[in-house]
């Protein structure tokens, strides 16, 4: 059986506590149960404390390799490990809680980091966006206080569909969102997490 190599993210604050890691790490253990000897790096948001985008930084990626002195390159340089972390890997597995209906600003850092023209997106000749970050399967691992796949919780979640419209502009198509749901409504609570964690199949 093929190897995989998984990057796992972890965009929790709860650390080890986190319902979102918790299905993460479940959905990693079932993909290398498909996949043994797989390998898997971990990243963790929270604490890597990724920061915002800045102006400085935001003009460094539009400045063309030709033209990059080693002040911008230096800019650069975390935005291109994160880079080539994504890209190097085969699949990969997101934590992403939902807190105040959307994901978590590290979360959203980190795609600030990874969206880069030329490199992982670009446009066609007639104006449309077209993904670079092709082949991949992901897998989000989401967690939230209430119940977000009934009508009237639909509205309100923030966090799957961003994420799939996201990827799937950066070309990765391929997305399936695992849920541990409910975890403060008391009737559910007690089994939201292994509920999400039961529902998890491995394509």
């Not at 604490?47 to 539009?62: K, R």
């Not at 989401?142 to 799939?164: C, I, N, R």
């Amino acid at each position: 059986m093929t190897s995989k190599r998984i990057l796992q993210l972890n965009s929790s604050i709860m650390g080890e506590q986190s319902y979102s890691r918790k299905l993460g790490n479940a959905i990693v253990d079932k993909i290398q149960e498909k996949y043994p000897n797989s390998t898997v790096e971990q990243l963790d948001l929270v604490e890597s404390n990724i920061p915002h985008l800045s102006p400085e930084t935001l003009n460094a990626m539009f400045t063309h390799a030709e033209h990059q002195t080693d002040e911008i390159k230096q800019k650069l340089a975390l935005s291109d490990k994160l880079v080539k972390q994504l890209l190097d890997a085969d699949i990969i597995v997101i934590g992403a809680p939902l807190i105040n209906r959307t994901i978590h600003s590290s979360l959203k850092s980190w795609i600030d980091h990874i969206t880069r023209r030329g490199i992982t997106f670009g446009y066609t000749e007639e104006g449309f966006p077209t993904g670079f970050v092709l082949g991949k399967k992901v897998y989000v691992a989401m967690s939230s206080g209430g119940v977000y796949t009934d009508e009237q919780g639909k509205a309100h979640d923030f966090v799957a569909p961003y994420l799939q419209s996201f990827l799937g502009f950066l070309g990765m198509t391929d997305v399936t969102v695992f849920r541990a749901e409910g975890l403060h409504v008391p009737l559910i609570q007690d089994t939201a997490l292994q509920k999400g964690i039961e529902s998890i199949v491995i394509d």
